[in-house]
């Protein structure tokens, strides 16, 4: 979670505020706010984020035709032209909607806080997804040859919460992948951790999806796999699953068979007295369509 350091925005890094150990070139930064043309400006190379979405852009675009930028795109000269510190997805919008020039707050910024200053903008905003994260992180490690702690102290987090993130790059690459793509949380991810080898790591990933199942049920299987209770993945899933259905009422277990019949395709029900889910599962559009025509029809 980031703190209020952090909560204050970048502002509060920039201004060089007591007791901070934001990045300070000795003196107060010399800033001026100019009207560039936008083929003047350039990516952050050590931009967190690996891709922007094409409807972000869509979005923003529009917005922007309607009522202009409201908030400066915060850059710093290099040479005859400006990077963009934060503020990329403003600038690609501007241009997407037809505009010449646009507002650009210009620091003085050295090139090793660049990319912090970049990391904190899209914390702030929760842009990132956990591996994106993960490796702004590894990539500040080694840009500023900093310990772990130094860098939490940077950006303001705990130096747990950077340990945890740096960790999940120790997952084998399918299932950071799953993580970036959102079908596996972080939650899933530490979980998943707690197991000896990448094989294993991948397979219980896959049964996850699979199944549907939650953070503590990978966990469950994590625990059984790592005890010998269960001789596979598998069967570690299933025996979790089963655990699950005797501890549940057994109208909610007929409820979801009887669902499961009906719709021709996995469903799972979480129920809770304040708040419940059913989760249906489909596999493509045209399954997706199926599926929507059973559920209208009834």
């Known amino acids: 979670m980031v703190d209020k350091r952090l909560g204050r925005g970048l502002e509060f890094f920039l201004s060089g505020a007591k007791g901070t150990p934001a990045p300070s070139t000795g003196a107060a930064p010399a800033e001026e706010t100019l009207m560039v043309e936008v083929g003047l400006l350039s990516p952050n190379p050590q931009q967190p984020r690996e891709a922007i979405q094409p409807e972000e852009i869509k979005d923003l675009t529009e917005s922007i035709r309607a009522t202009g930028i409201l908030q400066p795109i ?9 990077e963009i510190v934060a503020g990329e997805r403003r600038w690609r919008a501007a241009t997407a909607a037809g505009l010449e020039r646009v507002p650009v707050l210009v ?3 050295r090139d090793e806080d660049s990319g912090v200053f970049a990391l904190v903008e899209n914390l702030q905003r929760e842009d990132l997804h956990a591996i994106e994260k ?6 500040l490690l080694a840009s500023l040859k900093c310990s772990q702690e130094e860098l939490a102290n940077r950006v303001g987090l ?11 790059l120790e997952l084998p690459k399918d299932v950071q992948a799953h993580v970036s793509r959102g079908t596996l949380s972080m939650g899933h991810a530490r979980a998943l951790l707690g197991l000896p080898t990448a094989e294993y790591q991948s397979k219980v990933a896959e049964e996850a999806i699979r199944r549907n199942l939650s953070v503590r049920d990978v966990e469950g299987m994590v625990k059984q796999l790592a005890l010998g209770a ?23 277990n007929e409820l979801e068979e009887t669902l499961v019949e009906t719709l021709g395709t996995p469903v799972s029900i979480r ?8 989760v249906i599962e489909c596999t493509g559009r045209e399954e997706f369509d199926r599926i929507y025509a059973k559920l209208k029809a009834l």
Do not use: C, H, M
């Open 74 to 82: 915060l850059a710093r000269r290099v040479g005859t032209r400006y």
């Open 107 to 109: 620091r003085t910024i």
């Open 134 to 139: 993960a490796t702004a992180f590894q990539k």
């Open 158 to 168: 705990d130096r747990s919460t950077v340990a945890n993130f740096l960790r999940l």
């Open 230 to 252: 269960a001789p596979s993945p598998e069967e570690a899933a299933t025996a979790v699953e089963a655990g699950k259905k005797k501890s549940r009422p057994v109208w909610l």
């Open 271 to 278: 129920y809770g007295r304040k708040r419940s889910k059913i």
